[in-house]
């Protein structure tokens, strides 16, 4: 299959505001790069379901798993996310998101082969240098194939990833866990992606920069220091990160501890944790994500700012929902808090991932949504694990197994601060939208 030079050159083009956005090679590259971003989430999240049987097997305190699943994954993803977004922004996108699908598979499987928590460390870091190649690059490609006006829709589809590998893969490896051993989760998680990284270079095409613009656009390559500049001068953007930040410390933490809070707390076991936890976050998260979008697609065309006032909500009423699931011992209830929180917990990542290509300019795009993600997972992914699982150590004298029920509490705190960044960021995203739109 054909596909554009890696340095491409310079262009202005106006598409005519009738264009066509769900084109079959526009459906089909946006399916692609949801599938990839499954994989994404699922690889990096196994570890949580793992957790239990690694500490049994490795004989290792909370705190040190909390290092392992976050700051281990997240130290090279985030040291690695702005030079390849910023590659990203000057050469081929595609091509980086399949070289990085087939390397962090490759380390999934490897995951499955280690001995000792030092090797686990290392398998972690360098499975997060190869998914440093996935959200951002993929971000850039899908602002490339639809217009602002669908972008946030289109957005909500590719957040579905998180959901899709809750329902679909998560029941399944954990009865590969419980049937052979959580080393064999990694091992079946990762053989996929080997493949389907090939299959994605030689059937996807590069998008044309700025293809999707109303408006005129040169497309033009910046120095890093000129994008950084430009983007710290956007109030929308810094309260964009400072929502995402929040929550991304929110989504880590949960998904590292939770399996491990439910074990300790309700007593389940792997299986029970994969085919039961799994869909219901999956399902209920996917149905959030996709409502959302649709709802902020349908409302944002009447009134623009739905397009942030709606996650914002959603950021605010998920905090006493995870209060909810974490401290009440009637299974009806802590259940339906559960499916509550994983409902609206998603639903800002359209809209952020939205925000954000439309208050960066072309060439931007990669670059803003890599260092959201950067922040994101390093103050999330890495502070959010090491927090609960320090928390649960410094409380387990006197609380016992049930000091996690509090470790977790830090959960709905960030997802209200989360609600208030958003709301904010609601207020400037119009003006800084038409800033970056100008040449």
Known sequence: MGSISGREANTSRIPSTSQKDWTGRAVFSLGFLTLISTFNYLDRSLLGLALPAIKSEMQVSDTVLGL?????FVLFYSIMGIPIAWAADRWNRRNIIGIGFAFW???????????NIGQLTVARFLMGAGEACGIAPSNSMIADLFRSERRTLAFAIFSTAVSISSIGFFPILGWVGQAYGWRQMFVVAGLPGLVLSGIFVLTVKEPQRGAAEVHKTTAERRPLYQT???????????????????????????SVWIPTFLVRVHGFRLGELASIVGPVRGICGGAGVLLGGIAMDWLGRRASHWRMTLPAVA????????VLFLLAD?????LSAFAASAFLTLIHQSAVFAGVASIAKVRMRAVATSILLFCSALLGQAAGPLLVGMT????????????????????????????????????????????????
Do not use: Q
């Open 105 to 115: 598979s490759l380390m999934t499987m490897v995951t499955g082969w280690v001995s």
């Open 315 to 322: 950021c605010l009423f998920a905090g006493p929902a995870d």
């Open 392 to 439: 649960n150590d410094a409380l387990a004298a006197s609380m016992g197994p049930m000091a996690i029920r509090y470790s977790l509490l830090v959960i709905a705190i960030t997802a209200v601060l989360a609600g208030i960044s958003f709301m904010l960021a609601g207020r400037f995203i119009a003006g800084d939208a038409r800033r970056a739109a100008e040449d």
């Open 68 to 72: 392992v699943a976050g700051l281990a």
């Open 228 to 254: 950084l500049k430009f983007l710290c001068a956007s109030r929308a953007y810094l309260w964009l990160l400072a929502g995402a930040t929040l929550m991304g410390l929110n989504v880590f933490a949960a």
């Open 330 to 334: 009637s299974k009806v209830i802590w």
